[in-house]
Structure formats: C-alpha cells, structure tokens
C-alpha cells in the first residue's frame, strides 16, 4: 500500500503516453463517394490523385497546397449551378495544370461539362509550347510513303475498324531499295487484330511484314515508324520486337504504388522484351522513327529499340507519357473513378529508362534528331523517313 | 584533462564495493513478433501480417533496494512486418526485415522471494532503424504469361503477369522515413538466482511505439507504429561477483 501512489502515477503517465498516437484518416475510395455537393466532388478527386498518382516522388506540383488553396474555393461552389460547374471545371484545370503525368486526362459526368474538352495538362502545355505542330496527317502514311518511297509492287497497306466504329487501326508496309523493310502502324493493336479469326486489313499487313522478316536474305535494315502512334497495347512489345531478337532485351524499370502514401512504392522491377518461338535475330540497324506525337507504347517500344547495339531513334523528342496503365485495382493505384469524374486516367507505373533516367513528361530524346518539316510533307518529302534510310546507308 | 579525471573519478566509483553490489549487467535475447499498426485504406486484396524477428541486448541494472532497480537494455532488435494481397493477386507479398538498434530504459520491480522473484518492468525506449530489407514478388507487366485461350478462366494475376521477385536492401526516402523511434514498454518475468552468482530470468515483453515510422509529409497520411511482443531470456551477474568472486560466494 506504501508504494500504491508512486503506482498509479506510473500507469497514468503510460497510458498518457499511449494516446499519443494519431488516429487514422478516413479514406474512402474515390470510385465510391457521392458528388452531392463541391465539397464531396473536391474531396473525392483530390483524396484519389493523393493515394493514386503514381509520380508524386518526380512531380513539382504541391498536392496539399493544392488542398489548402482549392478546398475552401470548392466550398463556395453550388453543384446546382450551370456558373459554378464552369468555375469548378476552372479550377481543376488549374489544380492539374503541373503535373508530369502526360497520359493524365479528366473527363466528367457532369451533363454541363459534356461539350467540354477533357482536362488534359500535357496537351495544354504541349500546344502552347513554340515548337507544337498537329500530327502528320494519316494520308501521308497511307498513300504518299508508298508512293513515293516504297518499292513499287513491295507495299501493302490496309486498315481495320473497330466494331463500334469509335476506331480505325491503319497500317502500311513494304521494302525500301528491296532489302530495307518498313513498317507503319496507327496504333499498337497488332497482338489482337492478328489474333482475329478473322481477316483484316492490319492482320494482312502485319503478316507480309512478319513474312520478309522471316524471309528476307539480306536485311540491310528495319525501320519501324510510330510517328503519331498513341501507344496502345503492351503485349505488342513482345509480339514486334520479340520476332527481331534472340535473348531478352532489358531496357528500363518499372515501379508500381505500395501503400496509401505518396511516397509508397514497389522496388524498380526489370521492364523488357521477350524473344518469341521462331525469332530471327536482327543485326541489321532498326530505326525507330517516332516524333512529338509518339506516346506511350510508341515511347516504350522506340525505348527498347534504342538499348539494342543495332537499335537507332530517328525524329523528335517523343510526348512523354511512359507509364503504362491498368486497372487500378491490379496495382493499387493509377486511373481512377469519383462519382463526379467519368474516368481520371492516369499512370499505374512509372518507368525508369536503363540509363537510370525518368522521361516522364520530358519525352525520350532521339539520337538523329530531324524537325517535323511541315513544307516539305506538304511537298510530299518526309525528311524524317530519308534520315532513317540514310543512317542504313 | 577534466574530461579524462572525469573519466578516472567515474571508474573508480565503479569499482567500489558498494556500486558494484548495486549494478548487475548480463546478455539476453528472444524472439518477438511485430505488428505493423496502420491501414490499408480501402485496397482491396490488401493487407498488413505481422512477422517474428530475434532480440539481442545487454541489460544493466541498477538496484536501489531489494525491489526496485532502474534497467537500461541496448540492444538490437527487428520489427519486422508483411504486406499480402490475397484471392486472385494471391502470391503478391512483400516482408519487411527491419533493423533497430535500441535503448530501452526502465524502471524494474521485483517482488517475491530470495531466489525465485516476479518482475515487472516500466518504461520508455528510443530506437534508430538502422537498416532494412524487402523481400517479396509483384507481378510484372513486362514478363507476359503464356496467352490465355478465350475460353479458359483464370486465377492468379501471376497468369497474366508473371512475378518478379526481389530481395534487396531497402532504400531509405529522407522525405518520407523517420529513421528514430520512440515508445512505451511494459514486461512481466520471472528471476531465479542460482549459485548466489547469476540471476536468469525469463520476461515477456511489450514495446508500443508513439512515433510514426513516416515524417509528416502529406495531408491524410496514414500513421505506421510498431506494435512489438518479445519474448526473451537471459542472465545477469553482479558487478561485485566479477571483481571479488570470493566474496560473493562466501556470502
């Protein structure tokens, strides 16, 4: 009984001790939250890019002073007026207006947003830089390079539509002075129009090229053209370049998110292409022939080109958008939803270039580099393509 | 010169009879399991497991009466954690092996008898997390499965993205890591004093950690405490037996 006081202040100081810990945030998930107010909309969206986004170790924009100076501007928003739905759509261009992300892209559910562009900050920053200019167009692809630079009885070309009509995959090849095999394709769907049942226009050219790469005795070289190719498909990496090698091809890394934090990820994991059944190894150059408007899966692919000794990048610095994307539930993290937001698409992976560099949001620089010339493609010459013809020379 | 009288003054209390009949000093070690306090938010699949790890310390006690001593126990010890995903991303795992060199500091009562006593101990600690290691696979979108026929279904993620598995050092984010940690501690024991020499004594014990593992670095941040039970055994010897072994025994 002596010592029962010295006790008891012993216990209340660690149970003192004991409740101070923080308490958990409630986080709720984005894709479900209620957009009953601006409040619930600023709310969902910005608690989804803070536990989401996949580039906040590289990323210059301050989420939470984003937070401190945005929350209270949502607040006195009115989801009920046409004014003020404007006014947010304002600020979330605003707020995203910084970020690396350049497949970042918002599009609304909001019926007075519907004839409003998607918010799309590499776009926005693209276009208002000097050196911007529109994409070649898709004739120059389809008809004026095999006119004029393809062998003549040595072309082929087709295109597929989707069968909802939302899309059409063109794709063009043949040989250049009879041993320099050329290939174009719209978009990277190669993989799954080829395995179709049935016939299509891309499926026939992507198998007249797969025949002379087989086939074809003296490969002088390959040139692989992704100008204006948005990317697409990642198992086109394999089922392209894994014809052209005879070992794995290493040529980056890749993280994914790990945790709630923004600061949370998975280690670097080894991003490669992976040699198919039947492989010809080419030691013959490849150039790959990308510029601005070569994205994504055209980035990574001209990337994996590049990291092979005969591999050679001819063209402009490409868009920037590296990270390939999935599901956000296969990841924890990347694209997703808000009851506000019809879809935040975004990164699920971040990828690291083999020579330890992040060209996120920078684009991947070519080694020939040769401007977009829009006289000369208006006079039916494609500097670009004679660049990559001359490097196999 | 002060500095080295100080030194030589500190010593020479030591060694007086007296202190080294208070002071004993020894080696424990055990085995704990560490649960990792903290959330995963709404993420599906996803889940934090506690894991074990060992324990190794040197415990100094000084006894001011027969029932109460103060202990200080550096040492090293790992808190180490899991993070699972289950059903189909089953086999996405990461185990955490933490490091931590530790000072815990406490107050030690005994009560009982000569030779068996009960033991309860109450304090604080601070730890540095000195190093890390991940261990574990993710799937990698880079490393492609075989191609599913359209008919067949599927069950693992592993199916579609085959795993890529790591073992390496952790990488410390100064932004984001908080490298100290500070805490509560509560254990319980037994004590037996054998040959009037050694007391060997078993303890169970439990450190509450009151410092996230992560600087605050994000609005809405989910707190990381350790949460670590230990259970370890170990002996301690009296100062005195090892400097006058002679009279200690003819006590």
Same mark, same amino acid.
């Given at each position: 009984?002596?010592?029962?006081?010295?006790?008891?202040?012993?216990?209340?100081?660690?149970?003192?001790?004991?409740?101070?810990? =923080?308490?958990? $945030?409630?986080?709720?998930?984005?894709?479900?939250?209620?957009?009953?107010?601006?409040?619930?909309?600023?709310?969902?969206?910005?608690?989804?890019?803070?536990?989401?986004?996949?580039?906040?170790?590289?990323?210059?924009?301050?989420?939470?002073?984003?937070?401190?100076?945005?929350?209270?501007?949502?607040?006195?928003?009115?989801?009920?007026?046409?004014?003020?739905?404007?006014?947010?759509?304002?600020?979330?261009?605003?707020?995203?207006?910084?970020?690396?992300?350049?497949?970042?892209?918002?599009?609304?559910?909001?019926?007075?947003?519907?004839?409003? &562009?998607?918010?799309? +900050?590499?776009?926005?920053?693209?276009?208002?830089?000097?050196?911007?200019?529109?994409?070649?167009?898709?004739?120059?692809?389809?008809?004026?390079? &095999?006119?004029?630079?393809?062998?003549?009885?040595?072309?082929?070309?087709?295109?597929?539509?989707?069968?909802?009509?939302?899309?059409?995959?063109?794709?063009?090849?043949?040989?250049?002075?009879?041993?320099?095999?050329?290939?174009?394709?719209?978009?990277?769907?190669?993989?799954?129009?080829?395995? %179709?049942?049935? /016939?299509?226009?891309?499926?026939?050219?992507?198998?007249?090229? #797969?025949?002379?790469?087989?086939?074809?005795?003296?490969?002088?070289?390959?040139?692989?053209?992704?100008?204006?190719?948005?990317?697409?498909?990642?198992?086109?990496?394999? #089922?392209?370049?894994?014809?052209?090698?005879?070992?794995?091809? @290493?040529? *980056?890394?890749?993280?994914?998110?790990?945790?709630?934090?923004?600061?949370?990820?998975?280690?670097?994991?080894?991003?490669?292409?992976?040699?198919?059944?039947?492989?010809?190894?080419?030691?013959? +150059?490849?150039?790959?022939?990308?510029?601005?408007?070569?994205?994504?899966?055209?980035?990574?692919?001209?990337?994996?080109?590049?990291?092979?000794?005969?591999?050679?990048?001819?063209?402009?610095?490409?868009?920037?958008?590296?990270?390939?994307?999935?599901?956000?539930?296969? #990841?924890?993290?990347?694209?997703?939803?808000?009851?506000?937001?019809?879809?935040?698409?975004?990164?699920?992976?971040?990828?690291?270039?083999?020579?330890?560099?992040?060209?996120?949001?920078?684009?991947? $620089?070519?080694?020939?580099?040769?401007?977009?010339?829009? /006289?000369?493609?208006?006079?039916?010459?494609?500097?670009?393509?004679?660049?990559?013809?001359?490097?196999?020379? | 010169? =002060?500095?080295?009288?100080?030194?030589?003054?500190?010593?020479?209390?030591?060694? %007086?009879?007296?202190?080294?009949?208070?002071?004993?000093?020894?080696?424990?070690?055990?085995?704990?399991?560490?649960?990792?306090?903290?959330?995963?938010?709404?993420?599906?699949?996803?889940?934090?497991?506690?894991?074990?790890?060992?324990?190794?310390?040197? $415990?100094?006690?000084?006894?001011?009466?027969?029932?109460? /001593?103060?202990?200080?126990?550096?040492?090293?010890?790992?808190?180490?954690?899991?993070?699972?995903?289950?059903?189909?991303?089953?086999?996405?795992?990461?185990?955490?092996?933490?490091?931590?060199?530790?000072? $815990?500091?406490?107050?030690?009562?005994?009560? *009982?008898?000569?030779?068996?006593?009960?033991?309860?101990?109450?304090?604080?600690?601070?730890?540095?997390?000195?190093?890390?290691?991940?261990?574990?696979?993710?799937?990698?979108?880079?490393?492609?499965?075989?191609?599913?026929?359209?008919?067949?279904? %599927?069950?693992?993620?592993?199916?579609? @993205?085959?795993?890529?598995?790591?073992?390496?050092?952790? !990488?410390?984010?100064?932004?984001?890591?908080?490298?100290?940690?500070?805490?509560?501690?509560?254990?319980?024991?037994?004590?037996?004093?054998?040959?009037?020499?050694?007391?060997?004594?078993?303890?169970?014990?439990?450190?509450? *950690?009151?410092?996230?593992?992560?600087? !605050?670095?994000?609005?809405?941040?989910?707190?990381?405490?350790?949460?670590?039970?230990?259970?370890? /055994?170990?002996?301690?010897?009296?100062?005195?037996?090892?400097?006058?072994?002679?009279?200690?025994?003819?006590?």
């Amino acid at each position: 009984m002596k010592y029962l006081g010295k006790y008891i202040v012993i216990i209340l100081v660690l149970l003192a001790g004991v409740s101070c810990r =923080k308490e958990m $945030p409630e986080i709720n998930d984005p894709q479900n939250t209620i957009a009953a107010n601006f409040n619930e909309v600023f709310d969902a969206f910005w608690n989804g890019m803070n536990n989401n986004y996949i580039f906040w170790d590289i990323d210059t924009v301050n989420w939470d002073n984003v937070y401190k100076q945005y929350k209270p501007l949502f607040a006195k928003l009115n989801l009920n007026d046409s004014n003020d739905v404007r006014k947010g759509y304002t600020y979330f261009k605003q707020m995203t207006a910084g970020l690396v992300d350049s497949h970042y892209n918002i599009t609304f559910n909001d019926t007075w947003l519907v004839d409003s &562009p998607s918010i799309s +900050p590499s776009y926005e920053r693209k276009s208002a830089s000097p050196g911007f200019h529109n994409p070649i167009s898709i004739f120059h692809f389809y008809d004026t390079i &095999p006119r004029k630079y393809l062998d003549r009885g040595g072309a082929i070309r087709g295109f597929t539509n989707t069968v909802d009509g939302s899309n059409q995959y063109v794709a063009v090849s043949g040989t250049i002075q009879q041993n320099i095999l050329y290939f174009f394709f719209s978009e990277f769907a190669l993989k799954e129009l080829y395995k %179709t049942d049935t /016939a299509n226009g891309v499926k026939r050219v992507e198998q007249y090229f #797969f025949d002379k790469l087989q086939n074809t005795a003296n490969i002088k070289g390959i040139i692989i053209d992704v100008r204006g190719n948005p990317g697409g498909a990642l198992a086109d990496l394999d #089922f392209l370049l894994g014809r052209m090698i005879d070992k794995q091809l @290493d040529f *980056g890394y890749t993280r994914s998110k790990q945790g709630n934090g923004r600061l949370d990820y998975s280690p670097w994991a080894p991003a490669f292409a992976t040699p198919q059944a039947g492989a010809r190894n080419i030691t013959a +150059p490849i150039v790959m022939l990308a510029d601005a408007w070569s994205a994504s899966m055209a980035e990574m692919t001209t990337m994996a080109v590049k990291a092979l000794p005969n591999g050679h990048f001819v063209g402009e610095r490409t868009w920037g958008a590296n990270g390939p994307l999935i599901g956000n539930l296969f #990841f924890n993290g990347g694209q997703f939803t808000t009851n506000y937001m019809n879809l935040v698409y975004t990164s699920s992976l971040m990828l690291k270039y083999k020579d330890g560099k992040i060209y996120e949001g920078v684009g991947f $620089p070519p080694d020939v580099e040769v401007k977009y010339d829009e /006289a000369a493609l208006n006079l039916g010459q494609d500097k670009q393509l004679e660049a990559a013809i001359g490097l196999i020379h | 010169m =002060k500095r080295s009288l100080f030194l030589v003054s500190t010593l020479l209390l030591l060694c %007086t009879n007296y202190v080294q009949a208070q002071f004993e000093i020894g080696v424990s070690g055990g085995y704990n399991k560490n649960y990792l306090h903290t959330s995963t938010g709404y993420r599906a699949y996803t889940k934090y497991d506690a894991l074990s790890g060992f324990t190794v310390s040197i $415990p100094i006690q000084y006894h001011f009466n027969n029932w109460l /001593a103060v202990e200080a126990d550096p040492g090293y010890i790992q808190k180490n954690y899991e993070q699972k995903r289950d059903h189909f991303f089953d086999g996405i795992y990461q185990k955490n092996t933490n490091s931590y060199i530790q000072l $815990p500091v406490m107050a030690h009562f005994s009560f *009982g008898g000569d030779k068996l006593k009960g033991f309860m101990n109450l304090g604080g600690y601070g730890a540095y997390w000195a190093s890390g290691r991940i261990k574990g696979a993710m799937a990698n979108p880079f490393n492609l499965g075989p191609d599913i026929p359209d008919n067949q279904q %599927t069950y693992t993620f592993f199916e579609y @993205d085959k795993a890529y598995n790591y073992n390496e050092k952790y !990488s410390f984010d100064s932004r984001r890591d908080r490298r100290m940690e500070f805490g509560l501690l509560a254990g319980a024991g037994i004590e037996y004093l054998l040959q009037q020499r050694y007391r060997i004594f078993v303890e169970g014990r439990y450190y509450y *950690g009151l410092t996230d593992q992560q600087k !605050s670095y994000m609005i809405n941040q989910i707190p990381r405490y350790n949460d670590t039970y230990v259970i370890q /055994a170990g002996c301690l010897f009296n100062l005195k037996n090892i400097f006058h072994p002679e009279s200690a025994t003819a006590e």
